[in-house]
């Protein structure tokens, strides 16, 4: 037998023999049988605590992209692959650190190491880890540790009271969080933006244009489309502390002269009306199901006949209980506003047919769920 068997490794045949012999005495054939089925290895569907284990350390991910992000370790290997030592002098950190959160960053697939311990980029941390592109993550993941993850702890309590840390769904507080997360979560949106304006057919209409893009944020939504053909006018709608994002970001693709902008909350700006196609990207699950539903209707008065509304969320099922994002998410909707949450299709279809919107479908297209689109007869 061997010395020793390491927390929570089963023993073998041969193991489980020796040790019933030894240290419980048994000696007949048929003890000695009834000791070693007690020490079976389990069976494929035994439950073993691995998996909770890996929860408890599912918060590692993103503060160790953070902290290469905040250490420059991306932007330094952009130029090449270096060593640790060679990325410590460059960043000025030390080696031990760097070290360690780069390895990991291997075993995350977000870094690679050649036999000369030299470190490189991997096409996905290149796409989008680079603090010089537009799109990047990389601003996202250094706020995970500053804006998202400190009111995240106060969950417990949250629950306790059915209160929010913070409502950042309102004008008060909203501005100062939103300001910093709607540029680093454009990746999330550019391509299911892009996605719909082909599904439209922009590129092929002769006539003039107008969206409106609500709650806008970035813009990118409005900006995606504004890309697909000279005709497109976007009306983008936020909060007055907002629209500075949205102007910056327009310049940076360059857009800019075909946006204009209404300041206010989604509910009592005057959005104006005959307009081609409405955006809600990413904006119900702030609202709640009340606002929402009145926003819905409101929309619905914006359009043309023969308008098209879409809708950007992440959305769960009847039942809620899949996709796993989505239900996390709702989570953080909880944790970050006073009404805020995930929806299912079925849902977001009564609503919008409540509105009176008919042709309410899916479009399938990259993001966390499907668009929703619904046509004003």
Not at 21 to 39: N, Q, T
Not at 62 to 81: M, Q
Not at 202 to 223: F, H, N, T
């Amino acid at each position: 037998m061997r010395k020793g068997l390491s927390l929570g490794e089963l023993p073998t045949h041969k193991d489980s023999s020796a040790l019933c012999k030894s240290r419980f005495g048994f000696a007949d054939v048929k003890a000695l049988h009834d000791c070693r089925s007690s020490m079976k290895r389990p069976k494929k569907d035994q439950v073993t605590p691995e998996r909770l284990m890996q929860f408890g350390f599912a918060y590692a991910p993103p503060l160790i992209i953070g902290a290469a992000v905040s250490n420059k370790v991306f932007d330094s290997l952009a130029t090449g692959a270096k060593t640790v030592a060679q990325l410590s002098k460059e960043t000025g950190a030390p080696v031990r650190g760097l070290r360690a959160i780069m390895n990991a960053l291997i075993g995350l697939e977000l870094l690679k190491k050649d036999r000369q311990e030299k470190y490189s980029l991997t096409p996905e941390s290149e796409a989008f880890l680079l603090s010089n592109k537009i799109g990047t993550l990389a601003g996202f993941f250094a706020m995970v540790s500053t804006h998202i993850l400190p009111d995240w702890l106060h969950l417990s309590e949250a629950v306790k009271t059915g209160a929010p840390p913070i409502a950042l769904n309102q004008e008060a507080t909203g501005p100062e969080f939103f300001s910093i997360l709607v540029e680093n979560i454009i990746p999330m949106s550019y391509p299911a933006a892009t996605t719909l304006g082909r599904s439209l057919g922009l590129a092929k209409k002769r006539e003039p244009l107008r969206v409106l893009d609500i709650a806008a944020g970035s813009g990118i939504w409005g900006i995606a489309l504004a890309q697909q053909s000279p005709l497109v006018h976007v009306t983008a709608q936020d909060w007055p502390a907002m629209i500075p994002i949205t102007k910056r970001t327009t310049q940076k693709f360059g857009v800019s002269d075909r946006f204009s902008y209404v300041e206010g909350d989604v509910l009592e700006a005057d959005f104006g009306n005959d307009y081609d196609i409405a955006i809600l990207g990413h904006i119900l699950h702030t609202e709640g199901e009340e606002r929402s539903r009145k926003l819905l209707k409101k929309t619905f008065r914006a359009l043309k006949s023969g308008g098209v509304i879409a809708i950007g969320e992440w959305l769960v099922n009847d039942q809620r209980t899949e996709p796993l994002p989505s239900l996390i998410f709702a989570v953080n909707m909880f944790i970050h506003s006073e009404r805020g949450d995930t929806f299912s299709f079925k849902e977001i279809k009564g609503w919008l047919e409540e509105a009176r919107f008919k042709r309410v479908r899916k479009l399938e297209a990259p993001g966390p769920s499907p668009l929703i689109l619904a046509t004003k007869p």
